[in-house]
């Protein structure tokens, strides 16, 4: 089991930043793509960032590149999202997800929620506008 604790959400203004952080306990965090979703209300969760094992490789959704950052952190089973540029249309709950490298078509990412093993309880953003 992997357990997944989100932090840093909040309420920041349009054109705000904040940086969301996921710690990760119970197995070994090097076996893991991390991955970060969001899902806005009456919407479907969606796809926001996923990083390699080593964090040398990030991906992106379309509309967060470019103002979102992804980086993990293996010594302390930390990873991170940094948001700039804050928009409304960002707001929702973000969610943390690991998943088993070995498990997933692509050994580097994934996009897809149910390729994810493990996901934290989520953390609200909210950008007023």
């Known amino acids: 089991q992997v357990q997944l604790v989100e932090s840093g959400g909040g309420l920041v203004q349009a054109g705000g930043s904040l940086r969301l952080s996921c710690a990760a306990s119970?197995?070994?965090?090097?076996?893991?793509?991390m991955g970060w979703f969001r899902q806005a209300p009456g919407k479907e969760r969606e796809f926001v960032s996923a990083?390699?094992?080593?964090?040398?490789?990030?991906y992106y959704a379309a509309s967060m590149k470019g103002r979102f950052t992804i980086s993990r952190d293996n010594a302390k089973n930390t990873v991170y999202l940094q948001m700039n540029s804050l928009k409304a249309e960002d707001t929702g709950v973000y969610y943390c997800?690991?998943?088993?490298?070995?498990?997933?078509?692509?050994?580097?990412?994934?996009?897809?929620?149910?390729?994810?093993?493990?996901w934290g309880q989520g953390t609200q953003v909210t950008v007023s506008s």
């Open positions: 990083i390699n094992w080593s964090g040398v490789r990030t």
């Open positions: 997800a690991a998943a088993l490298i070995s498990s997933i078509r692509d050994s580097s990412w994934s996009s897809v929620p149910s390729e994810y093993d493990y």
């Open positions: 119970g197995r070994t965090f090097s076996n893991y793509v």
